[in-house]
């Protein structure tokens, strides 16, 4: 049960740091905010050594579930990402692919 504790804590220091990274900062800070706050929830907590993991199993399990339910109703149900942009993007690839299709002309050569 200690190498299971001594793996939460491990992670939970290795989380800390990496927000001393800008650029993981900037891209990760909440999901690391998120992992910190479980982290001290826990500590915190008088709990025992088997109510820790329990614990850490139900929030991680949890925060899995939000954040898959969040990505699937952003993507099937209110897609965020088709708007104009997106339209205007599109467009201008398959123009792009149309030109280069051109030059790609081959001549027709006369079958003996």
Known sequence: MDSKLFWFLFAATISTFLRFFPKLKARYDYGLLIF???FSMISVSGYRDDEILELAHRRLSTICIGGATCVIISIVIFPVWAGE???NLIALN???LGNFLEGMHVPNKAVP
């Open 36 to 38: 910190i706050l479980t």
């Open 94 to 96: 398959i123009e792009k």
């Open 85 to 87: 942009d997106l339209h």
